[in-house]
C-alpha cells in the first residue's frame, strides 16, 4: 500500500504564508514546529511537539522551539493553556470555540461543546449588565467510582 498525502495537512506555502503574518522568518525549523501543532488533534507540551517536530526536522533545537511557540501564542497563532498540574499544552486558535474536561488522573484533556452552557454564560453576564468577549471554561474531573 503507497502513502497518500493527507488531504486535510496544510501545505508548504499556507505555513510559510502563516509565518510571515506573524512576522517570522521562514525556516525549516519553524515550518516543522507549526506543522505539528497544525496537524495536532490534541493539546501537545512543549516536549511533545519538540520531539514531534524532530521527527520532520532532526535539526529542530529545544531552544528554537521553546521561542517558536512563545512567539506563536504572543501573535495569536496558539493558546498556551495552563491547566492545573500539566504543563503548559499548545493548540492552534484555527478552530471553533470549545471547553475542556481535564481527567485528573490520566491527564487527558477532552474538548466539548454545549450550547446549553454557552446560552447559561451569556445569561448570567447579561444579569450583571455585561457581555461576554471570551471565556476559557476547564471542568477538572475523575473516573467515577
Do not use: W
Request: one cysteine or more; hydrophobic letters at 35%.
Amino acid at each position: 500500500m503507497e502513502d497518500r498525502p493527507d488531504p486535510d495537512a496544510p501545505d508548504t506555502g499556507a505555513i510559510d504564508a502563516l509565518l510571515r503574518r506573524t512576522g517570522l522568518r521562514v525556516t525549516r525549523q519553524r515550518q516543522a514546529i507549526l506543522r505539528v501543532l497544525l496537524e495536532s488533534r490534541d493539546h501537545p507540551d512543549a516536549e511533545q511537539v519538540l520531539a514531534q517536530a524532530r521527527r520532520l526536522d532532526p535539526t529542530v533545537s529545544q531552544a528554537t522551539a521553546y521561542r517558536t511557540l512563545s512567539a506563536l501564542a504572543e501573535k495569536g497563532v496558539l493558546r498556551a493553556h495552563q491547566f492545573d498540574g500539566l504543563s503548559s499544552r499548545y493548540e492552534v486558535l484555527n478552530r471553533p470555540h470549545h471547553d475542556h474536561m481535564i481527567d485528573l488522573e490520566t491527564g487527558e484533556i477532552i474538548e466539548f461543546q454545549s450550547a446549553e452552557i454557552e446560552r447559561m454564560q451569556c445569561r448570567i453576564a447579561a444579569e450583571y449588565g455585561l457581555e461576554i468577549v471570551d471565556h476559557r471554561l476547564e471542568l477538572y474531573c475523575r473516573k467515577r467510582r
